[in-house]
């Protein structure tokens, strides 16, 4: 009788995202696949700057999801106002994003005002916060960690933190195995985030110090990922690290199909790439917070010019009329007229990703890239810039692995015809049935079981 009644109760989750795109896109899905599933929603924002792109994420939704916009204390850790998140700080290794996860530190007391007054069934806190977890525990509030990475990266960089095989080897580059591993996994200390490498003291140092802690004693994880694409370290996660966790994505295929977009609103470059060929063009972007400077561009562009294929290259810098452009070889944009488009700011990724002229992604191997890219069936040429993508770029190698032995050699002809690709599987795992639900309503029924 009270596991039925406990059935019905309608859950309510506030998420708390850390404000960059990387983390608020997928905390939208995750919030819309709450609500579609019968939960209230309340999101956390820290800045206005997301406002926009939330409210009409989810015009659809307003009757389920509030949002809540708490102020970013700017002012009070030295940053100037309206410099309240990630993309506004011009220099990300520099001493204002220090500043800024300063003051990430310090919105605890409007968490938990609001925490009080709300009073949910659980909280989905982003691990750049992991403070919230005893916040949320004052008031019996279940915390779930949101990373917004897969569970192999999870698993390597929750082994080099308890193993520190970085501090036993000599130099940078000097190879070691990922210890403890189920799979042999070869690294440098080059390759580890900066704040891992040096132990440097600094407040990304701190947070990751603290969110790995928090990891295992909050009461669980969830991840933008699906079984069958990581089994072998979805079952390590949990049965070797045990961390209790559910893995509920791909999160940006429950979005209606991108496909269906009424063709009199495509974006140009979407109509430019209905006059290519299959498979012959290249998708060129590195997220949305990678920076490059001006040499860098220049070698990109170079590359992309040399290489004698069509491209579309995202450069997060706007055109100033009348200003030389010193990042691009002379004429480049004249000759590359028909070969080459470069978007400014902002692309829509996901239809480029799925459109069929894409026959590559030249990617940073950010996580949500990466499962865009292999949710569309699309190759990667991986080029890791920082924080936990060279993990993910080992991923995405054991991936086109998996590619290759379900579209290549003996096996091929049987399993194409039980899978067609590891994306169908994916968007078969979101489905009602599939794995991810299967987990998100383990899930609810855990957390309802959860209430006193
Ligand atoms: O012009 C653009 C640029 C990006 N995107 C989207 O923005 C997201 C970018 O996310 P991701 O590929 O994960 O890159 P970052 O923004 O760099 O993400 C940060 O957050 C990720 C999730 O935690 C980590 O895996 C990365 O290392 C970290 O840099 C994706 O959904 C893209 O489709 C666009 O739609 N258009």
């Not at 998140?85 to 520099?94: C, E, I, K, L, T």
Request: with cysteine.
């Amino acid at each position: 009788m009270g596991s039925q009644t406990n059935d019905h109760h309608q859950l309510h989750a506030v998420f708390f995202p850390f404000m960059a795109q990387g983390h608020v896109i997928p905390t939208i899905h995750m919030a819309k696949l709450f609500a579609s599933n019968g939960s209230k929603v309340t999101i956390i924002l820290s800045t206005s700057y997301f406002i926009p792109l939330l409210s009409k994420s989810i015009e659809n939704y307003t009757s389920m999801i509030d949002i809540i916009n708490i102020k970013f204390p700017a002012a009070e850790v030295g940053l100037p106002e309206g410099v309240d998140n990630p993309h506004a700080v011009a220099n990300p290794s520099g001493d204002m994003i220090q500043k800024y996860f300063r003051g990430c530190r310090q919105l605890g007391p409007q968490l938990e005002q609001i925490l009080d007054q709300i009073r949910p069934d659980c909280l989905v806190a982003d691990m750049f916060f992991p403070w919230a977890n005893d916040v949320a525990a004052k008031f019996g509030i279940p915390t779930l960690l949101f990373h917004g990475t897969c569970c192999f990266a999870l698993c390597a960089s929750t082994s080099v933190f308890l193993h520190e095989p970085h501090k036993k080897v000599s130099s940078d580059s000097e190879h070691f195995f990922i210890p403890d591993f189920p799979d042999k996994i070869e690294i440098t200390r080059s390759k580890l985030p900066e704040f891992v490498r040096y132990d440097n003291g600094s407040e990304l140092t701190k947070v990751f110090k603290a969110m790995r802690e928090v990891e295992s004693r909050c009461y669980g994880v969830l991840i933008n990922s699906f079984y069958e694409l990581e089994q072998g370290y979805a079952d390590h996660y949990r049965k070797v690290l045990g961390r209790k966790a559910w893995q509920i994505g791909p999160l940006f295929l429950t979005e209606p199909n991108n496909k269906m977009v009424d063709s009199n609103n495509q974006h140009e470059c979407l109509k430019w790439l209905n006059s290519k060929k299959p498979n012959s063009v290249i998708y060129v972007s590195f997220g949305s917070l990678a920076s490059f400077n001006d040499e860098q561009l220049m070698e990109i562009a170079t590359g992309l010019e040399a290489s004698g294929h069509q491209f579309i290259w995202v450069v997060k810098k706007e055109k100033v009329k009348g200003v030389e452009e010193e990042w691009l070889p002379e004429g480049f944009e004249e000759r590359m007229k028909e070969r080459g488009l470069i978007i400014r700011g902002w692309a829509p990724q996901v239809p480029i990703l799925e459109h069929e002229a894409v026959g590559g992604f030249v990617t940073h191997c950010g996580w949500n890239s990466t499962l865009e890219s292999v949710c569309a069936g699309v190759p990667m040429v991986t080029w890791p810039v920082a924080a936990e993508q060279f993990y993910n770029e080992k991923l995405s190698e054991a991936i086109r692995n998996a590619v290759s032995k379900i579209m290549e050699g003996e096996e091929a002809e049987e399993m194409r015809s039980r899978v067609k690709s590891v994306g169908e599987i994916g968007r078969n795992a979101i489905k009602e049935g599939g794995s991810s639900m299967l987990d998100l309503h383990v899930l609810f029924h855990d957390l309802r079981s959860a209430r006193h």
